[in-house]
C-alpha cells in the first residue's frame, strides 16, 4: 500500500496528473470547492481568539466578536500544521479567507505543511506562491518538533489517515487465532497470502473481547493502522497548547465488527468507481481504509489531549455553517454555487455522513 501509493517515481499521490475532482478518481472535501476551507478558516480564526484570551471552548456566540481589531494576543505567533496537503488548496482557501476576512489574525498565522514528497512540496510552492512569507515546510512532525519548543494553534490532517498503511488480519475460527494476509506475486499477478499465525502469546491484536471471539465467523477480516495512532499520538505530543483535528473516513472500534464488514474496510477506487481487485493497477488506483477514531481519540487522551468533539462532518459543518451565519463576517448571502458545495459537503449521501471529526485540545 505504501509502495503503490507514495513511491516517488509510479505511486498514485506523485502522478502529476490530477487525481481528485470530477476528472479524477475520487472527491475530497477540498476539491468540492472553497466553502469547506473558509469555514474551517473562521473556525480556526475563532479558536486562535480563545487561545489568545485563555478562555475554554465557547461555541455559544463564538465569531460575534469576531469584528476585526487587534486581537488580545497579538504579537503572538500562531502555528496552522496541515498534514496531507496534496496540492496545497486547502491552505490556499483558508489563508486568503484569513487575509481577507481577518487581517489581524492572518499577520500573526505561520502555516506549516508538513510533506515528505518532494515532488508534492513543489505543487504546493506553485499553489501557494502569493503567500511564500507564511508557509513552511517540514518532512515530518518530528522535523518539526526538533525545530520547535511546541506548537501552539490547530493541528489539521484532512483525509491523511485512511491512506497511511494497513495490516490485514484475517481470523481462524477453527484454531482460534489470527492471522495476517500477506501480499505476493504469483502468475504474473498480486495476489492475497496466509501469512503464519499470530502468536497467542502475543495477545489479542485486533481487540476483539474473548466473547465476541467465540462467534466471530471463519475469515473474517479487519485491518490495524499503527502508523496513524503514532502519527495522531506524535501530533499529541508536540501539542503545547490547541487543537489537534482531523476529517477523515472512520468508524469507532465497535463498528468494525458490523456483520457487513466481515470482509474489512479496505477498498480500492478509480475514475469514482470501486475497484473489485485492490491489489490490481498499483499506482493507478487510490487505497484506503476507514481510520479507526477509538484509537486515535485514546491516544490523544494518552498525550494529555481533552476530547472535545467526535462527530459527523454534516453536523460538524452544520453547527460552524449557524455560527458563521450569525457572525458579522459572512459577505452577503452564499452564492448559489456556494450553497451547492454546502450541500455536497453535509449530504449524507455524498460526503457529510462517510466524513467523521475528531477534535481534541490542550
Known sequence: MELALYCP????YEKDDDTIGRRGDFYTSVSVGRVFGELLAFQIADWMQEFADGGAAKEQGAGRESTGGIPSGAGIKYQIIEAGAHKGQLPLDILTWLRRR??????????????????????????LEEFSSQVHWADSLAALSRDRRGINGVILANELLDAMPRHRFGWDARRGV???????????RFSWVRRPAVDPDAGNPCGFSPKLLEVLPDGFTTELCPLAEQWWSEAAVILQ???LLTFDYGLEHEEFFAPHRAQ????????????????ALPGDQDITA????????????????????????????????????????????????????FQTLIHPQHLGRAFRVLVQAR
Not at 517515481?9 to 498514485?12: A, H, L, M, V
Not at 459577505?331 to 456556494?338: A, F, I, K, R, V
Open 9 to 12: 517515481d509510479t505511486g498514485f
Open 290 to 341: 476507514h481510520v479507526n477514531f477509538s484509537t486515535l481519540r485514546n491516544a490523544g487522551e494518552a498525550g494529555g489531549l481533552v476530547t472535545e468533539k467526535l462527530t459527523t462532518q454534516s453536523q460538524f459543518l452544520t453547527r460552524l455553517a449557524g455560527r458563521f451565519w450569525e457572525s458579522s463576517l459572512r459577505n452577503g448571502t452564499w452564492t448559489p454555487q456556494q450553497s451547492r458545495e
Open 102 to 127: 481577518r487581517p489581524e489574525w492572518y499577520e500573526q498565522v505561520e502555516y506549516w505543511i508538513i510533506e515528505p514528497s518532494l515532488r508534492r512540496q513543489q505543487w504546493q510552492r506553485e499553489t
Open 264 to 279: 474489512g474496510t479496505l477498498r480500492a477506487y478509480r475514475k469514482h468507481r470501486e475497484c473489485a481487485d485492490i491489489l
Open 241 to 243: 497548547r490547541g487543537k
Open 178 to 188: 489470527w492471522f495476517e494476509w500477506g501480499v505476493t506475486w504469483q502468475d504474473e
